[in-house]
């Protein structure tokens, strides 16, 4: 961290700096495992805190993507022809449904309400998963090029 720039570099498994009347510019949490809210004392009044660890957040923010993919999937199944246009709907929805989870996870951090809004994209996807295993693609209406 030195060759960073760091002035100081603190083992927190060896030295409890919160405590300490000194006071931080910067607290870089490099393994996640210092909470800015027990951090806080520790730095000055404009001071910063950074830390690696995405508080439990990347998997949220891989749903973006996630629902982002499902979009597309759902208007290419709705236009298809050969997989019923109910799964193509159903994947709209899930992703509606998906990004608001994501926006509820950072504006009103309740873990009920993303749940509940989860629960269409679990049903589209267990019901496309079955409609596969059953029923299948209906082969007859796809169009086979030969070269």
């Not at 995405?54 to 973006?64: D, E, K, L, N, P």
């Not at 996630?66 to 290419?76: I, M, N, Q, R, Y």
């Amino acid at each position: 961290m030195k060759s960073l720039g760091a002035d100081k570099v603190i083992d927190y498994t060896k030295e409890d700096f919160i405590n300490d009347d000194e006071r931080f510019d910067i607290i870089f949490d490099a393994v996640g495992k210092i909470s800015y809210a027990k951090s806080k004392k520790a730095l000055k009044t404009k001071g910063k805190y950074v830390s690696v660890k995405s508080s439990g957040h990347g998997y949220v923010i891989g749903q973006v993507f996630f629902a982002l993919w499902v979009l597309p999937l759902g208007v290419l199944i709705y236009k298809s022809g050969f997989i019923p246009k109910v799964f193509g709907i159903l994947f709209v929805i899930e992703t509606i449904f998906g990004l608001l989870s994501v926006i509820v996870h950072f504006l009103v951090p309740n873990g009920s309400i993303e749940t509940i809004l989860l629960i269409p994209g679990t049903i589209a996807e267990l019901l496309f998963m079955l409609w596969l295993l059953i029923w299948g693609v209906n082969e007859s209406k796809l169009l086979v090029q030969k070269n």
